[in-house]
C-alpha cells in the first residue's frame, strides 16, 4: 500500500491500528487493507480506531457503509477494544 510519494509496509494479519493516521488518510487504507486481507482469506478483520473524540470511528464506518463484500459491521467485544475498535467481517 502507498499514499502520496512515500510507500507504507504494512502487516496483513487481520488486524490494522490506524493510531498513526488521520482520517482523511484512513478511508483508503481501510479499503486497500480489507481487500488484502480478502485476498489472502483473512476474512475477520479488527480494525483499531481508538476512542477519542470519534473521527477515526466515524471515517471508518462511513468507508465500510459503502464497500460491497461486507457480510456484518459490529463493535468489537471488550477485550478486544470495546468502542475504540470495530469488527469486520468479510463475504466469502
Do not use: N, W
Not at 493516521?21 to 480506531?49: K, M, S, T, W
Amino acid at each position: 500500500m502507498s499514499f502520496g510519494d512515500d510507500p507504507i509496509e504494512y502487516a496483513i494479519d487481520g488486524v490494522l491500528d490506524l493510531h498513526t493516521f488521520q482520517p482523511a488518510e484512513a478511508a483508503d487504507l481501510v479499503e486497500d487493507y480489507l481487500a488484502e486481507c480478502r485476498a489472502r482469506g483473512i476474512l475477520e478483520v479488527r480494525i483499531i480506531h481508538g476512542k477519542g473524540i470519534g473521527a477515526l470511528r466515524r471515517t471508518v464506518l462511513h468507508r465500510l457503509a459503502k464497500l460491497p463484500g461486507i457480510a456484518a459491521v459490529e463493535q468489537a467485544p471488550p477485550h478486544l477494544g470495546g468502542h475504540g475498535a470495530t469488527i469486520v467481517r468479510l463475504e466469502r
